[in-house]
């Protein structure tokens, strides 16, 4: 799977184009950019303290493998209404808040909108790791490189130096509405820790990708024109779901 700063430069990318390039603008930077990262929190990857666990297979809606797949069109279906985030985004049906974790007084400053964002970051999330781990298996493939341990802790070396070879400029902040609106999230269930410390982790992160950028990466598994043909592909998938479709 990719890194968080490969999640988060993705998501900063997309802020970047903005409305003049979209079909639909993100008002919620902060919720958008938490969703980027949020299928991971619960399954263990990032954040040490969790409050429970997700499976990773729910969480990323994949299926079973030594190099799971997830799936944003399997998410799209079960989550989204079978719409791409453009059409999503503008839709008005009410999204119920989940109850377990989402208080009275949270609900009260709960954004549909902001909610609808945050999910929307969760698809942008399962399309980098859905494309990144694809063109992985390939690269497995077309070198006779068994998958397995070696392989995995070599990619994701590869993985954290591309990394810091990419800009995290835009960070989501801490505020009573971003915390609201994780804990409204109807799929994972965030308490208040699970996003404070999810931020903190996305703080460390951006700060070590400032100390220790690269601006040549050398890899030891995959290569530069693996990490550009991915990059390109990630990046094309992501803006084309934000462009609202044409219907006769």
């Known amino acids: 799977m990719p890194s968080w700063n490969v999640h988060i430069a993705h998501a900063d990318r997309l802020l970047e184009k903005g409305a ?62 079978g719409l791409n985030p453009a059409e999503y985004l503008l839709q008005t049906d009410f999204i119920q808040p989940n109850v377990s974790y989402c208080s009275d007084e949270q609900r009260s400053l709960v954004d549909q909108r902001q909610l609808r964002e945050l999910i929307v970051g969760i698809w942008c999330h399962l399309v980098c790791d859905h494309v990144y781990n694809a063109h992985t298996r390939a690269f497995l493939r077309a070198h006779h490189i068994p998958t397995g341990e070696d392989a995995r802790i070599r990619k ?26 994780a804990a409204a999230h109807p799929q994972y269930g965030f308490t208040h820790s699970d996003v404070e410390q999810t931020l903190q982790v996305i703080q460390r992160i ?35 779901g934000f462009m609202l479709q044409k219907h006769n």
């Open 20 to 81: 003049g390039c979209l079909g639909v603008d993100i008002h919620y930077p902060d919720a958008f950019l938490l969703g980027n990262v949020a299928p991971d929190v619960h399954v263990g990857f990032m954040v040490p303290d969790y409050s429970h666990k997700v499976r990773y297979g729910r969480s990323h809606q994949s299926y079973p493998g030594s190099l799971p797949i997830p799936s944003y069109k399997r998410y799209q279906r079960n989550f989204m209404g």
């Open 206 to 240: 951006a700060e070590e990708n400032r100390q220790n950028s690269v601006s040549s990466p050398q890899y030891q598994m995959l290569d530069t024109e693996f990490f550009s043909s991915a990059y390109k592909e990630a990046e094309e998938t992501i803006v084309q």
């Open 156 to 181: 994701q070396a590869d993985f954290d130096i591309y990394g810091r070879s990419l800009d995290m400029n835009c960070l989501p902040e801490a505020s009573d509405e971003l915390f609201a609106v």
